[in-house]
């Protein structure tokens, strides 16, 4: 949303309010940081392990709390989190216009990703304005019965963010060894909790045992279902590095330096190509289906043999890696921001 804030705030017509759930704290406030952005409410609703019942039942309130006090023309929210679906749940109640940034993108399984799916779909159901980042996610908007006036094709936002920070970054990389090939990990979803991980841990002490031309860097999600078993599974090898979840811009500084990324992010997915990075996902379906469908990102799910086989034929086989690493952004221009700004401005100006 940190594009959005900051062209929103060059409006004239515009008055920005900025509130944050701090649904993920630790992630966020670096966030906030970089891109200057201070919120004028912040609900610090993050508690340790807090389930899906309570986390929702304490953002209706305490969002239905700040509509009330606020009384907004419009409230924006991006993505897919369950802060999403209950920001356009808690704006229905109060009848205010919600407009939701990143729209449409759908796997057509509710519980894959859970509860990614069922929060975006929710959400899209309750939009007056819908921010479509591709021509793929317009279609499955129209396809749920969504008028085509509502919606926009923008591009993602993540490209606006991605392309502005990508040359200030060099440099950061926690661990870099310049004679080995930096592989990338990023694994954190609930569907992949319990056996599903394991194999990718599995995997992964494999590939550092059996490879010595390559390094790997983890930053590590801290849910403990996250976070204990990828300590106990890989840690004390010296071609893995486990670390806390990185800053965005080391984040983005990793993804530069790593020869390919294993990972089962949504915001990788967008990010890595446009970087000319391949990613091998760790999942069996996707709500992106734009870059697997260009050829630079594969699902490969999370799944042992799969995991070892596709990464050894990136490193071995130097015509299925270029065809790879072609560098193609399917997600955006960096302009995704000003184009939500002006149907902003004709709906409310």
């Not at 729209?103 to 929710?122: H, K, S, Y």
């Not at 031309?213 to 990828?230: G, I, M, R, S």
Request: proline fraction near 7%; aromatic fraction near 6%; hydrophobic fraction near 45%.
């Amino acid at each position: 949303m940190a594009p959005v804030i900051r062209t929103l705030r060059l409006q004239r017509w515009a008055e920005v309010r900025v509130l944050a759930t701090a649904q993920h704290r630790q992630m966020l406030d670096q966030v906030l940081s970089l891109f200057d952005i201070v919120p004028d409410i912040d609900l610090d609703v993050m508690q340790p392990n807090q389930t899906l019942p309570n986390l929702t039942a304490r953002l209706i309130t305490d969002l239905d709390r700040c509509f009330a006090e606020e009384a907004p023309a419009a409230v924006l929210a991006q993505g897919d989190t369950t802060t999403v679906m209950v920001a356009a749940l808690a704006s229905y109640y109060r009848k205010i216009p919600f407009g939701h940034v990143e729209a449409g993108l759908r796997t057509g399984d509710i519980f894959n990703p859970f509860p990614e799916e069922m929060n975006r779909v929710i959400a899209g159901n309750l939009s007056r304005w819908h921010f479509a980042p591709t021509e793929s996610s317009r279609k499955n908007l129209l396809a749920e019965g969504i008028a085509d006036r509502s919606i926009t094709v923008t591009g993602n936002t993540v490209i606006d963010a991605l392309l502005d920070v990508a040359h200030r970054c060099d440099g950061l990389v926690p661990t870099a060894p310049s004679d080995k090939k930096l592989i990338l990990v990023t694994a954190h979803r609930r569907e992949n909790f319990g056996e599903p991980f394991e194999d990718i841990c599995r995997a992964v002490r494999h590939l550092a045992e059996t490879r010595s031309d390559v390094e790997f860097l983890y930053p590590v999600h801290p849910n403990p279902n996250v976070h204990k078993v990828a300590h106990a599974m890989l840690g004390n090898h010296p071609r893995i590095t486990l670390c806390e979840p990185l800053d965005y811009l080391p984040f983005v500084a990793a993804m530069k330096r790593a020869y390919f990324i294993l990972s089962d992010s949504g915001g990788v997915q967008e990010e890595a190509p446009a970087l000319g990075k391949p990613v091998l996902v760790l999942r069996r379906e996707t709500e992106r289906p734009e870059a697997v469908e260009a050829g630079v990102v594969k699902l490969i799910g999370p799944d042992f043999n799969r995991i070892v086989a596709e990464s050894i034929r990136l490193l071995d086989n130097e015509d299925i890696y270029r065809s790879m690493a072609r560098g193609i952004s399917p997600y955006g221009d960096g302009l995704a921001a000003q184009r939500i700004a002006n149907v902003l401005e004709r709906a409310l100006h």
